[in-house]
């Protein structure tokens, strides 16, 4: 049972530049949030996607943008890097029941991105 | 304001002890919460997790207690293992739909240290 995959696992930008992270949610998840996550602290919540909809969002500017393809798969975006996005970018995935609370999101490993 | 916060940045601890990591939350109104391990180069690994109208989870060598009267939650590790050695996470979700999978909010992190 395949978990969530991401990729690039690292990667290397230049300020300015932009920048597209890649994630597969895990067999049978319809959800993914995105979240980053600074050297020494928690990971804060970018956003999350259903039904190929951003359904909710964080407190990050419009440069960090994301998409939801049909198979659940998603993409993150972020225009105009600056050094202060030079973190680990990770993607978590759940599964949206109907008539049920919450159910626990499922990290992978992230994408390193670091900003010169 | 709405956060999770942890009492200590740091414990260690002899192999084969208890460990228990602490975790404040301010948001009367949350009603899930979910302990995460992460180790070095990895993401967050999944724990266990409970629900606000549950004040104890039991799960192997692990137990999370919530105590919704001061805001508290604890994770309790049995017989501590070098391998236990990570930071933990407590997070918590803010859910205006109670269908809908949420945003995890986390704290800055406890890291473990198990000391053979």
């Known amino acids: 049972d395949a978990g969530v995959t991401q990729s690039p696992t690292h990667l290397i930008k230049t300020r300015g530049q932009q920048v597209t992270l890649r994630c597969s949610p895990k067999s049978g998840h319809d959800t993914v949030s995105w979240y980053q996550q600074a050297l020494g602290q928690g990971p804060q919540f970018i956003f999350q996607?259903?039904?190929?909809?951003?359904?909710q969002r964080g407190n990050f500017p419009d440069r960090f943008s994301g998409h939801q393809f049909p198979n659940y798969s998603s993409e993150l975006n972020v225009n105009a890097l600056l050094l202060g996005d030079s973190a680990l970018y990770l993607c978590a995935s759940s599964l949206a029941l109907t008539g049920l609370s919450n159910q626990p999101q499922h990290f992978g490993d992230g994408t390193r991105l670091s900003i010169l | 304001g709405e956060s999770v916060g942890l009492h200590l940045p740091t414990l260690s601890v002899q192999e084969g002890d208890n460990s228990i990591i602490n975790c404040a939350y301010s948001n009367s109104a949350s009603d899930y919460f979910i302990w995460y391990k992460q180790e070095s180069g990895k993401g967050p690994q999944f724990i266990i997790d409970i629900r606000s109208n549950m004040d104890k989870r039991q799960g192997q060598r692990v137990t999370v207690l919530l105590n919704k009267t001061v805001k508290h939650l604890s994770l309790q590790i049995a017989a501590t293992q070098p391998g236990d050695s990570a930071v933990y996470f407590c997070a918590e979700i803010l859910n205006p739909y109670y269908n809908q999978g949420g945003k995890l909010i986390f704290g800055q992190g406890t890291e473990l240290s198990v000391k053979p």
């Open positions: 996607y259903y039904e190929e909809e951003e359904r």
